[in-house]
């Protein structure tokens, strides 16, 4: 079947603007997680949606960072008025529970210039 | 003190050779481990879950110890398709949910 996907696969973007980064978990994964990775560091937890209830919000670096699931399905992570230091890869990963494997998208690359 | 602490390396060794990554880990109250494997430029993939009690998996053989929070990766018969970055992932002690990922080990398998 199909794996987690992500759009786009990159994006360059100037100082100032917004972006939206798109997730499509796997079919009946009820969890998702979204990550940041900078250039040769590990992966920084953003924020983790299950099911219907809150999400967590903890890892979200700033206010001009937010996330968006409806239910089960797409998710989204928006970035307002992005800054250099946003520049990254951004990693969604989805999974049946939280004891089970995450399974990643290949991530979205964000370069702020 | 960072949350996992591992070697960033490169370990560079022949094929066929043994090698064994270690990981220390700073929430007493983890309770799930992983080790996770990075290849350049893409995303991380589940190499394989630690249990308690250690276990192995083919080549690969994982151990934990809670005492010392203390996790290793001994990979046997290296081969070239064994280059890549191992992340070391213990979970949050107070959310199962949320798992800490290491900045890697980076190993290189020659001819």
């Known amino acids: 079947g199909a794996g987690v996907s992500q759009s786009p696969s990159n994006k360059v973007t100037e100082k100032g603007k917004d972006v939206e980064l798109r997730c499509d978990p796997i079919s009946g994964h009820t969890a998702l997680y979204w990550y940041r990775q900078r250039l040769g560091q590990g992966l920084e937890f953003l924020i983790y949606?299950?099911?219907?209830?809150?999400?967590?919000k903890s890892g979200l670096p700033s206010d001009r960072f937010s996330a968006e699931r409806t239910g089960e399905s797409v998710s989204t992570l928006t970035i307002q008025r992005t800054q250099q230091e946003d520049s990254a890869v951004y990693l969604c990963?989805?999974?049946?529970?939280?004891?089970?494997?995450?399974?990643f998208g290949p991530g979205t690359r964000l370069t702020v210039t | 003190r960072k949350e996992v602490e591992q070697d960033p390396g490169p370990f560079n060794v022949p094929e066929g050779a043994t090698v064994a990554f270690n990981c220390t880990y700073s929430?007493?109250?983890?309770?799930?481990f992983f080790w996770y494997r990075q290849d350049c430029r893409k995303e991380p993939k589940l190499l394989m879950s630690v249990y308690s009690s250690g276990n192995e998996d083919g080549r690969f053989t994982a151990q934990l110890n809670r005492a010392s929070q203390y996790i290793s990766l001994l990979i046997r018969d290296s081969k070239l398709s064994d280059s890549a970055t191992y992340l070391c992932?213990?979970?949050?002690?107070?959310?199962?949910?949320?798992?800490?990922f290491g900045s890697g080990t980076r190993l290189l398998v020659r001819p």
């Open positions: 949606f299950q099911g219907n209830s809150a999400p967590d």
């Open positions: 992932v213990p979970n949050a002690g107070d959310s199962s949910y949320k798992l800490i």
């Open positions: 929430n007493s109250a983890s309770q799930s």
């Open positions: 990963a989805s999974t049946v529970g939280p004891a089970y494997e995450q399974y």
